[in-house]
Structure formats: structure tokens, C-alpha cells
């Protein structure tokens, strides 16, 4: 049975999840304002965006080196309200000089929050002795939700309000859960007793036990990217949908995204990860061969829908097996994971829009449909059994 300190631990980390869902949709939903604000091309405004990606692999790699001998919990309580105020100072900048600056802060702090926040979620996972990542996941999506129906609620205020108010409760929620977060104690499961012992045990950390992790963390992000970026493009040009329709092949994938993680925690019990990993690949790719053979919207639309429901396990899975693969808990196979989710976006961003450019849209999707199957392959390396090499 879990103790209240454990109870304690769970709830902190789930306010964790929600502050970051909060403010990454609080910066990208305003993505289009900012680029008519600043009066900026397509070209531009696509190479602004990919200072975030760029910079937040770096800050992950740097979450995993400082959370080895720090903790997650001291990198949390630091990097989660510079967060909030990049968010903040994006809306308030008055030109893309001071923008640029703005977005690589941004970009550094998500990166190291995104790692810090998983390796809290796999230790309070570890405790409980039970999966509890989807359901950290879930709470992170509903609150991407709500900041996006926020922003639509907000539309006529101006810009740095309605990006300000959901960051005073941002910063308000990071304080509140900075304490009640995992001690580095309590991170590791006693197998490195110091700080130097447990960088030590990370500067040794093996990455072949975690490729398939961050290869099938690779692969959904190219599909998530695909569908982030493209499928209104996809509705508009290439099912000709009319202006309130383009939007609904976005929100299937958003909502079955989140029923999925609401009982991904109670199937992955029953079933296994790498069985969960392995449907959910199969779904995925049934979903993007929907997409490329949709003849009409209504089955675009089910058919991103589905993808959602493929690819919503297989982040949360990862961490939880990176987490496995490293007793010691010194984080770093877990921010390596994470650093593959940028890596994934980049990749996925510049390939179907290459071959959206080159052949068409259609053809695009088939990118993340190939990757999306690979996933089902990779699904083994899901149930893997922790390593002695990445103790001391």
C-alpha cells in the first residue's frame, strides 16, 4: 500500500504535469498571433519555432547530467517557473530580437522540465509499484486542453494577457508541488548513496539497453509532429474541409489521446508494456494509412483520430522503461529518452513538409506510417530488465 508520503509525492508530481501542459499550449496555441504580430513569413516563422526543439534537447541532455547529481526535484523547482516567465516575456516582446532570446530560454526550460518531470514521475511509479505514468501524461493533456480553450475564450484580449493569466496559476502550481516532490533519496532505489556516487553511476550509464526507447520516442514524435503541424493542412487542401471542419482531425487526435492515457495505467497491469506498445503501433499505423487513403472527411477525421489512440502509449511507456533500466535513479537514461522527442519533431516537421513540398500531401503521411509500424517491432524492448551496469 502506498504511504501518504507516497500519496504526497503523486500529487506533486501530477501538478508538475499540469503546469507543463499549461504552459507549452499557453506559448503554441499563440503561435499565429505571434507571427502576425511580428509580421513574419512562413520560412521565418518556421525557423523561430525550431529554436525551441533545438534548445530543449540541450536543456535535457544538461537535466540529465544536474538531476545525476542534484536531483529532479532541485532542477524542477528551478527550471519550472523560468517556464512560466519565457512564456510571459514571449507575449511582451515588441520584435523578433527580443523574441529569439525569449524562445531559446523557453526552449532550455521545457526541455529541462520535461525530463525532470518524467524522472519524478518514474520514481513516484517505483514506489507505488504499480504504472502510474499514463495517468501523469493525462493530466498533463487535460491541462493542454484547457489552455487552449482558455486561449479561444480569451481571443479579444490582447496577447500578453491572455499568455500572462494562466502563468500566475503556472507559477502558483510549481510552488505549491516543489516540496511535495521526490528527494533524491528518495529517487534512487539505495543503490548509489551519494551525489558523486550517483554521477558517477550516469557517467557509466550503457545507451544500448535504451535504444529501442528512444528510437520508438523518435518514431511517435515524427508521427505527433505530422499530425501537430499538418493535419489542417491536410483537411483544407486535400479534403477540402470548410473552415469549422479543418480544426476537428486535430481534436479527434487530442481526444482520444487523452481517453487513452485515462485507462492506459489499468491496461498496461493487465497486459504488459510491450503488448500495449505493440497494439498501440498497429493502431497507429492503421490510423496513418486512413489518413494517406481517406476518401471524404468524415474518415480523415477518424482516421487521426486513430492515430491518437496508437501513439498515446508509447511516451509514457518509454519513460517507464528507461526508469526500469535504471535502478540507481540517476535520471540520465530517462533524459536521454526524452532528449529523442525533440529529435523526432525536427525530423518529423522537416520530413513531411519535404515531401509535401516534393510529392504531395498524401505521400507525406506515409512517413509517419512506416516509422509508426517500425514502433511495432521495437515493442520488446518495453519490458526490458534493469541493467547492472547502470548501478554502482
Keep these: 500500500m502506498p504511504s501518504s508520503r507516497d500519496r504526497q509525492a503523486r500529487v506533486a508530481t501530477s501538478v508538475v504535469y499540469a503546469v507543463q501542459g499549461l504552459s507549452f499550449a499557453s506559448l503554441l496555441i499563440q503561435v499565429a498571433a505571434l507571427q502576425a504580430k511580428h509580421q513574419l513569413d512562413e520560412g521565418t516563422l518556421t525557423l523561430l ?47 523578433v530580437p527580443l ?54 475564450a480569451a481571443a479579444e484580449l490582447p496577447l500578453p494577457l491572455i499568455m500572462a493569466v494562466p502563468m500566475v496559476l503556472a507559477v502558483a502550481g510549481s510552488l505549491y508541488a516543489g516540496p511535495g516532490l521526490c528527494t533524491p533519496e528518495e529517487e534512487r532505489a539505495g543503490a548509489a548513496r551519494t551525489g558523486d556516487e550517483k554521477a558517477a553511476a550516469a557517467s557509466r550509464f550503457p ?21 501537430s503541424n499538418f493535419s489542417t493542412v491536410f483537411m483544407k487542401d486535400v479534403l477540402v474541409a470548410e473552415p469549422w471542419v479543418i480544426p476537428l482531425a486535430y481534436v479527434a487526435y487530442q481526444a482520444t489521446t487523452l481517453a487513452v492515457r485515462l485507462g492506459g495505467d489499468f491496461a498496461v497491469r493487465r497486459y504488459g508494456p510491450a503488448a500495449i506498445v505493440r497494439i498501440g503501433g498497429v493502431i497507429a ?13 468524415p474518415l480523415g477525421i477518424v482516421a487521426f483520430g486513430l492515430t491518437g489512440v496508437g501513439l498515446a502509449v508509447v511516451a509514457p511507456q518509454s519513460f517507464s522503461a528507461a526508469g526500469r533500466l535504471d535502478p540507481a535513479g540517476t535520471g540520465v537514461a530517462i533524459a536521454r529518452v526524452n532528449l529523442f522527442n525533440y529529435v523526432g519533431f525536427i525530423v518529423g516537421a522537416a520530413l513531411v513538409g519535404g515531401l ?20 511495432v517491432a521495437l ?11 547502470a548501478t554502482v
Design 207 to 227: 545507451w544500448r539497453p535504451i535504444v529501442p526507447l528512444c528510437l520508438a520516442m523518435g518514431f511517435l514524435y515524427v508521427g505527433d509532429a505530422a499530425v
Design 285 to 297: 499505423t492503421l490510423g496513418f494509412l486512413g489518413v494517406v487513403l481517406a476518401p471524404n472527411q
Design 99 to 152: 523574441l529569439v532570446p525569449v524562445l531559446l530560454l523557453f526552449g532550455l526550460a521545457v526541455g529541462a522540465v520535461d525530463a525532470g518531470m518524467n524522472m519524478q514521475g518514474v520514481a513516484v511509479e517505483r514506489r507505488y509499484g504499480l504504472p502510474v505514468l499514463n495517468g501523469f501524461h493525462c493530466v498533463w493533456s487535460v491541462l493542454s486542453m484547457a489552455g487552449a480553450l482558455w486561449a479561444s
Design 49 to 95: 519555432l525550431l529554436i525551441v526543439p533545438v534548445f530543449a534537447g540541450v536543456g535535457s541532455v544538461a537535466a540529465g547530467a544536474l538531476a545525476a547529481r542534484y536531483g529532479s526535484k532541485a532542477l524542477l523547482r528551478a527550471a519550472q517557473p523560468v517556464v512560466a516567465v519565457a512564456v510571459v516575456l514571449a507575449g511582451l516582446a515588441p520584435d
Design 379 to 389: 515493442a520488446p524492448g518495453f519490458a526490458p530488465k534493469p541493467t547492472p551496469t
Design 356 to 375: 509535401a513540398d516534393a510529392v504531395d500531401m498524401r505521400v507525406a503521411f506515409a512517413a509517419p506510417l512506416v516509422l509508426a509500424a517500425a514502433i
